[in-house]
């Protein structure tokens, strides 16, 4: 649990500074509503990640695998990364150059995505039972939530201080620490005399890996946005047909693949392949409820997803000073995110899945709905208290209010939801197919949130939220299909055999 509550703080640090602190930040600088929504296709790396996490089950980081082991070894070159990714942000913080920021915002989120598949694999490696997971969960969202909020709300504080680039330097410091506790471990197998080796070679190795990515991301980034351009990227109404198009697609190849899938038996080439082999296990063991499966874990998290893309805009437009949406992102938070955490990860380890998952989607809604009503409210008014020095406003206190109520419903329903994710996975491939269910459940969410922009010149911030939270609730539909599947036997010659 200490381990994971580690691991959760440093996945949950970088989140914040590519999503909700980042638009507030394009906000603050006068960038359209429309090209703030676009940024929320940032988070798409986490969403395709399942692309390179085979990639992490069969190979090793030079150095760091050796002598920490594999998962282990992706964890810490992810966290060198993300150190350089984050000072690439604080050096660029003045926004001059949008395709810029967006590249190491794009390079932050891959890595931070590397990070979570290999943390992700290791938790279920260790812990592959309901009652086992609850617990591992809650602390692993403990540091996810407490870091988030650092990032976030101390993020914001040090903006209003000083500026965004000392903001993301501090945050860029914070996100490098538990890489020296990482290497300060030494593995039982270990000859303590070779960690000053590992760690060089490692080092070196992670060098390289980051030069790469850049490179990589970068020549990605111009082909998409010349292309994008094409089509009309100032264009919305074009861009909608081609984000529809591409949240279906994926489902209907899959449907008709299916059939075909569930009959290889298991020395088929695609059911040993290392690049495809997981993802083709998941469609065999489940067969053709395989579908409402993915469906449901498509959409469930959608009402997360659009409130963390406009939330702070609509804090921005409604006039709140950054002092006090820093205040609302940290002790607010804080609070009522472990909170829900904990309620939500002993509710999935102690009561029936399908109840959880139904008062998990509540809560989502809520979470949505609070934002419509604050869209109605105004900052200022007298001044009710004082709390840490800060004057606390009728207005602010609705701030406070629908933050907390965010908080708590998204933490509660994001344990319950993990949990659940852990469930479908096949222990024989924990890294890659977590990193598949994890990434589609953000897919139709993350790429409506590119959207948001669009929606709220349409329908306006209330009702944005509004239908965000319906969103929410209508994942829901697909859980009588779903809350009895059980996958198939192991057919292979040692599932048989164990």
Known sequence: MGLYLLLGFAAGLPFYLFSATLSLRL??????IVIIGFFAWVSLMSTIKFAWAPLLEKYDVPGFG???GKRPGWIMLSQLAIFASALGMAFTAKDTSLPLTALFAVLLAFWTSTLEIAADGWRVELAPHADEQGPLVAANQWGYRTSMVIASGGA??????FDWTIAYLAVAVLAFLPFPVLAALRPGHADASGRMAALLTGTLASLGAIVASIVAVGAVGWVLLAAIGSVGISNPGVASYWVFGVCLLPFILLGVAVPWLRKLPWDAPLRRSAAVGPYVDVAWRYGIVVIPILLFVSVYRTGDVMANTLSHPLF???GYSLKSIAAADAYVALVAGILG????????AKAPMGWALVIGGI?????????AWLAHQAPGGPIWFSLFGLQVTAGDFDLYLAMALDQFGHGFEGAVFVVY????????????????FSGLAFLIPRLLAGLSGVFQKAIGYDGFFLMAGAMSLGALIFLPFIVG???KPDDTPAGATA
């Open 316 to 318: 921005n437009a409604l």
């Open 363 to 371: 809560m989502s809604a809520l979470s949505n709905w609070i934002f």
């Open 341 to 348: 955490v904990t309620m939500g990860g002993i509710l999935a």
């Open 66 to 68: 050796r002598f920490w």
């Open 27 to 32: 906000a603050k600088h006068g960038v359209d």
């Open 485 to 487: 599947a059980r996958p």
């Open 156 to 161: 914001i504080f040090l903006a209003d201080k």
């Open 421 to 436: 994710l852990s469930l479908l996975v096949n222990p024989r491939f924990p890294s890659a197919q977590y990193a598949l």
